[in-house]
């Protein structure tokens, strides 16, 4: 299928689900999934929910509200309180399922409350193919997917979303704080905070893609490889150590091997990728 043709096909099944509720973050995915099923539903039929809880990063919150309102549509604000969850907070391989349970099903009881047919999410095509735990939750609470029934991948978002003049075009991905801590480093509220200002802080710099990984005392800076001079010489090398070691890291470090999505899921066997799917 051609572009086009996905994106008749995406309208296709937001028609046949009638009255959805989004869950939102105010990323490239969700904000053109939020976009599309305004456009095909009409917004009197979307519902926008948008997590607040302390996982998520700080400057997330009030961009997602200025999409929401240019797109014209209805934004709830949740919590889905993960950190009272010890499945959660444990920070296995699984932390995903139990985070994305939560959600679920704070979801579906909102669209059962509020009279909509059905919750979606904007997993894409690409994420199917990934290390996601997440995606069994949705599967065990009937949660769809329309971006990747149409089979769309990340790039063909970005496309689409330039061609709705989306400013979530070229947006990096933000998944949750949480997905920066080493598995089995236990989530809580201070690390989380650690990882928000430390990345707030590189961002101030004019860092756009990176990740702060937090190895509970080790700090280690994920940037894209042209960007490794930019963190590693004159002043803002030194910036950085002052301000991480001042948010409580004994140690700085910077990955060589540059930025990646799912660097942590690197030292996981296939086994332990089993049982968390």
Do not use: W
Request: aromatic share 6%; proline share 4%.
């Amino acid at each position: 299928m051609n572009l086009k043709e996905k994106y008749d096909s995406l309208q296709g099944i937001l028609k046949k689900l009638h009255r959805v509720v989004v869950a939102y973050s105010g990323g490239v995915d969700s904000t053109f999934l939020l976009k599309a099923a305004v456009d095909t539903l009409g917004a009197e039929n979307v519902l926008a929910c948008i997590s607040a809880g302390v996982a998520e990063p700080s400057n997330q919150l009030v961009r997602a509200q200025k999409l929401a309102d240019q797109i014209g549509v209805c934004l709830q604000v949740i919590d889905t309180d993960e950190l009272s969850d010890p499945n959660f907070t444990a920070n296995k391989a699984d932390r995903c399922f139990h985070c994305k349970s939560h959600i679920c099903k704070v979801l579906s009881d909102i669209a059962k409350e509020q009279d909509f047919d059905h919750v979606i999410f904007g997993t894409n095509y690409d994420d199917l193919d990934d290390f996601r735990p997440g995606n069994r939750a949705m599967k065990l609470f009937g949660i769809r997917s329309p971006l990747a029934e149409a089979q769309l991948t990340k790039d063909e978002i970005r496309q689409l979303s330039r061609q709705l003049n989306l400013p979530t075009a070229d947006l990096p991905s933000s998944p949750c704080l949480a997905s920066r801590l080493s598995y089995g480093v236990e989530v809580t509220e201070q690390r989380l905070k650690q990882i928000d200002k430390a990345e707030e802080f590189l961002r101030s710099l004019g860092l756009v893609e990176f990740r702060v990984r937090h190895h509970d005392t080790i700090a280690r800076i994920e940037v894209n490889p042209q960007d490794i001079e930019k963190v590693t010489i004159g002043p803002a090398r030194s910036q950085i150590v002052e301000k991480l070691k001042t948010l409580g890291f004994k140690f700085v470090t910077v990955d060589l091997q540059g930025f990646r999505s799912g660097s942590l899921n690197e030292p996981l066997s296939e086994e332990e990728k089993r049982k968390s799917l």
